[in-house]
């Protein structure tokens, strides 16, 4: 009787755990619980403002940065043996006392130097307002520095070349003596400018280098102007040499004979993309202190020079250049094709330059 007692014990607890085994059963193999679709776009929603958030942080931060950068900057140039104190803070960045390797400014070691570039495109007047800045006393601009492929091979290339230019160690036929104020070159935008220009924009910006932009307004006087130069530069016209550049009336009549026959199918394309070219130039370096000029403005109002001797502040003056205008008739006289030209340009958003000027 004790022995069948025991059985049934054991027995109870077996039933129970049968019981419990087959309850454990059904929990495990309830469904996992799901979460609703709009709870998920809550908490992702709630991660990307977050994100936000520390994006923001970080971006003033970095303006904070910029600001002490730019603080300690002017601090340092005060503390400098030829600062002028009535100078204000705002010049301060861009003006410099650079200490050239290959001779000794002497008594103009604290004559502040100014740091500029003239961004321009070929055949669009750089040259002749080049002239007119260098027929300042103060003023050296250097050429077209960078029409060298290996001094534009590579960002390290151009600005080490930028260095020596800013550092008054450049020699060139438009080096001044010691007491130079300005101090800069001619860049055009197929130059290696536009290809690294985040870090010719920063470049800028960290020595304290102007812009002087001058663009051309109707593109298609600049189109015949080129084929015009490409025309001379194969035939050498004036006595078997080619000239960018002509310094008299004769010369200037000799080269407007050429009339360039304009090809349709390609006019339309070179047009943007110079268009296209001029544009993304601004947007680029617009963050940099600049001026924009028009060519065909200086033609006809000079004293807007005067404005870019304020710009450089430097004294202003009269100023002249020895540059000859080749093309000076209409544009219907300087192009062979012109009836054709002028009927495919109408109607088109160029149609404008046929009156020779771009508005």
């Known amino acids: 009787m004790e022995e069948a007692g025991r059985e049934r014990d054991r027995a109870v607890?077996?039933?129970?755990l049968g019981v419990a085994t087959k309850d454990t059963a059904v929990v495990n193999t309830k469904p996992a619980k799901r979460y609703p679709l709009a709870l998920w776009i809550a908490i992702l929603g709630l991660i990307m403002l977050v994100g936000v958030y520390i994006f923001s942080l970080s971006l003033k931060q970095n303006g904070m940065l910029f600001g002490l950068m730019q603080t300690n900057l002017i601090e340092k140039e005060r503390e400098k043996p030829c600062h002028d104190p009535s100078i204000p803070d705002t010049e301060i960045p861009y003006l410099h006392y650079p200490?050239?390797?290959?001779?000794?400014?002497?008594?103009?070691?604290?004559?502040?130097?100014?740091?500029?570039?003239i961004l321009s495109m070929q055949r669009s007047g750089s040259g002749w307002v080049e002239t007119l800045l260098n027929s300042h006393p103060n003023i050296s601009?250097?050429?077209?520095?960078?029409?060298?492929?290996?001094?534009?091979?590579?960002?390290?290339?151009?600005?080490?070349?930028?260095?020596?230019?800013?550092?008054l160690d450049w020699y060139s036929s438009?080096?001044?003596?010691?007491?130079?104020?300005?101090?800069?070159?001619?860049?055009?935008?197929?130059?290696?400018?536009?290809?690294?220009?985040?870090?010719?924009?920063?470049?800028?910006?960290?020595r304290g280098v102007s812009a002087i932009f001058l663009l051309r307004r109707n593109l298609l006087r600049r189109y015949v102007s080129i084929l015009a130069n490409a025309h001379d530069s194969?035939?050498?016209?004036?006595n078997g040499t080619h000239k960018a550049h002509v310094h008299s009336k004769h010369e200037a009549e000799i080269l407007a004979q050429y009339k360039p026959i304009i090809d349709k199918k390609t006019l339309i394309t070179e047009l943007k993309r110079s268009d296209k070219l001029a544009s993304s130039a601004l947007v680029n370096f617009k963050n940099?202190?600049?001026?924009?000029?028009?060519?065909?403005?200086?033609?006809?109002?000079?004293?807007?020079?005067?404005?870019?001797?304020?710009?450089?502040?430097?004294?202003?003056?009269?100023?002249?250049?020895?540059?000859?205008?080749?093309?000076?008739?209409r544009l219907c006289d300087h192009i062979d094709n012109w009836a054709d030209v002028n009927n495919f340009l109408k109607g088109t958003r160029f149609e404008s330059f046929l009156n020779g000027s771009r508005r």
């Not at 194969?234 to 004036?238: D, P």
Request: overall charge positive; hydrophobic content about 35%.
């Open 13 to 16: 607890p077996a039933e129970d």
């Open 99 to 117: 200490m050239p390797n290959t001779y000794d400014r002497k008594e103009c070691a604290c004559t502040g130097v100014r740091f500029f570039a």
């Open 141 to 167: 601009s250097n050429g077209e520095i960078f029409s060298v492929k290996e001094r534009r091979s590579n960002i390290t290339a151009i600005t080490k070349t930028l260095d020596k230019l800013y550092n």
């Open 174 to 206: 438009a080096a001044k003596n010691e007491c130079t104020a300005a101090v800069g070159l001619k860049w055009m935008l197929n130059q290696g400018l536009m290809k690294h220009h985040q870090e010719i924009v920063e470049y800028f910006n960290r």
């Open 234 to 238: 194969a035939m050498k016209q004036l």
């Open 288 to 329: 940099t202190r600049h001026v924009v000029l028009y060519y065909e403005d200086v033609v006809s109002n000079r004293t807007m020079l005067m404005d870019v001797l304020d710009f450089l502040r430097v004294p202003k003056r009269k100023l002249s250049s020895r540059h000859v205008k080749i093309h000076t008739k």
